[in-house]
């Protein structure tokens, strides 16, 4: 599932073709897709979470926790998987995550809620991620 790194698209034009409409705005556009709307807000489903651009692994689904914020929330990632940016649009404060192996936009990072006993929620559209469930 996971696309070798000579498939890997280089320009937006690859990424265009690869992907849907909608996931091309979200994934490449930094869109976000709007609340309650996606397909992994509720799931409980065992099995793991991969970036739906490039397939590397991002969460396992022990991770998924429920915030109540209409989008899955993580309050962890696989070591590496994730990277932060800062991202100061809309007038707000916000650290936005991207896949760290094919740059794109995941959803954003929030610290200090106590949703869970890790204090991280990372707020992910449904449209950036794909669940592998597993098959044990
Ligand atoms: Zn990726």
Same mark, same amino acid.
């Given at each position: 599932? /996971? ?13 265009? &073709? *690869?992907?849907?409409?909608?996931? =091309? #705005?979200?994934?490449?556009? !930094? %869109?976000?897709?709007?609340?309650? /709307?996606?397909?992994? $807000?509720?799931?409980?489903?065992? %099995?793991?979470? #991969? ?13 998924? =926790?429920?915030? !109540?914020?209409?989008?899955?929330? =993580?309050?962890?990632?696989? +070591? ?17 995550? *991207? ?8 959803? !954003? $990072?929030?610290? %200090?809620?106590? =949703? /869970? +006993?890790?204090?991280?929620? !990372?707020? &992910? ?7 592998? +469930?597993?098959?044990?």
């Amino acid at each position: 599932m /996971t696309l070798p790194d000579s498939e890997l698209p280089r320009t937006e034009d690859e990424w265009r &073709v *690869r992907l849907s409409p909608d996931e =091309f #705005r979200v994934l490449r556009e !930094h %869109g976000t897709e709007p609340a309650w /709307t996606g397909e992994y $807000v509720d799931t409980k489903t065992a %099995g793991m979470y #991969r970036c739906r651009a490039c397939g590397v692994e991002l969460y396992p689904s022990d991770t998924k =926790f429920d915030s !109540h914020c209409g989008w899955p929330s =993580f309050d962890d990632a696989i +070591p590496g998987a994730i990277k932060e940016i800062e991202d100061n649009s809309l007038g707000m404060r916000r650290t936005e995550i *991207r896949c760290a192996r094919c740059d794109s936009h995941l959803g !954003h $990072v929030f610290r %200090g809620e106590g =949703f /869970t +006993p890790k204090d991280t929620r !990372h707020c &992910v559209n449904s449209l950036s991620i794909r669940l592998d +469930p597993s098959t044990t």
